[in-house]
């Protein structure tokens, strides 16, 4: 018998998705029966040896898991919990696109129900999330975005510099958290940001202690057309490598181009990345704080049993 590295996982059903061509493998495991090792996981991602993905997620009760009982603590109906690993099979917090389409999972496997407008309370490392049907996918309230350096960002409009090949000299950037850290970078011109190789992580300075996904953003021109803003964005992602798409960058990128645009830049946001359009909006929710929401599609499109 040949080993592949998914032995563990031998005769286990999966489906196969994507939002805006950021691609999971998705798994049914409500009671926690699967072993998830990090070797296990990235061969199933791979592209080449398994099913291949940007991601894994598993869809498992929340009260199977420390972190999910802890969201069930805040959100009773929070019944299911994204258990979500990047391709290399490290743990993530939270994906944005990842988070519709594993709603567009638990839809389709008839293990929750949606209606048109209405909402679902999904579990998730970064906490609670809410998302909601609406006619282009779903809506996601991300809940509240934060600079990572408050200080530094006030005085200066940067807190990092990057490094990265087909840029010229390390550029000025700024950390912003949506869940996941994020670094993002603001170019001038379209030829950089299509010229971008992004076969290698970019070089963050000051690293950041757990890393960050890198973000770069080209603010179009003009950049608000009928109030709503428009940017494109490429994204390495730790942990995965450059991605067609990454929803909890997709906020981030808005949020730092809305932040050095200044006090009077909407609050409504289409972001476009090399998988489709995403979009983004800012909101005072019921708690006080500004609140980030992304919307975009998620799509099921292949079903297997691995091997």
């Not at 995403?278 to 005072?284: D, S």
Request: glycine fraction near 12%; charged fraction near 20%; hydrophobic fraction near 45%.
């Amino acid at each position: 018998m040949v080993q592949n590295g998914m032995e563990s996982l031998s005769g286990v059903a999966f489906r196969k998705g994507h939002g805006t061509g950021n691609d999971f493998v998705l798994l049914r495991d409500a009671e926690g029966a699967l072993a998830l090792d990090a070797s296990t996981v990235a061969v199933v991602c791979d592209r080449r040896r398994g099913v291949g993905g940007d991601g894994l997620i598993r869809a498992i009760k929340s009260a199977q898991l420390p972190d999910g009982r802890a969201v069930l603590d805040r959100d009773p109906s929070a019944e299911w919990f994204m258990d979500y690993r990047n391709a290399d099979g490290s743990i993530s917090q939270m994906c944005g696109n990842g988070v519709r389409v594993f709603v567009e999972f638990l839809l389709d496997e008839g293990l929750a129900s949606l209606e048109d407008g209405g909402t679902l309370a999904i579990g998730t490392r970064a906490g609670v999330k809410y998302v909601q049907r609406v006619p282009n996918g779903y809506a996601v309230d991300m809940g509240p975005w934060s600079l990572a350096e408050p200080e530094q960002a006030a005085t200066a409009g940067v807190d990092a510099l990057v490094k990265a090949h087909e840029l010229d000299v390390a550029r000025p950037a700024l950390s912003i958290n949506t869940g996941n850290e994020h670094t993002v970078v603001a170019l001038a011109h379209r030829a950089e940001l299509d010229e971008l190789e992004l076969f290698r992580a970019p070089v963050v300075d000051p690293a950041p202690v757990n890393g960050s996904n890198v973000e770069f953003a080209l603010p179009h021109e003009p950049l608000v057309v009928d109030g709503v803003a428009e940017i494109s964005m490429r994204v390495y992602e730790r942990g995965v490598g450059e991605t067609l798409s990454c929803g909890t960058g997709a906020c981030a990128a808005a949020a730092a181009t809305r932040y050095w645009a200044g006090p009077e830049a909407p609050d409504s946001w289409r972001v476009q990345v090399p998988g489709g359009t995403l979009g983004v909006r800012f909101f005072t929710a019921e708690d006080g704080l500004e609140h980030v929401e992304l919307s975009g599609p998620a799509v099921l499109v292949a079903s297997g049993v691995l091997g």
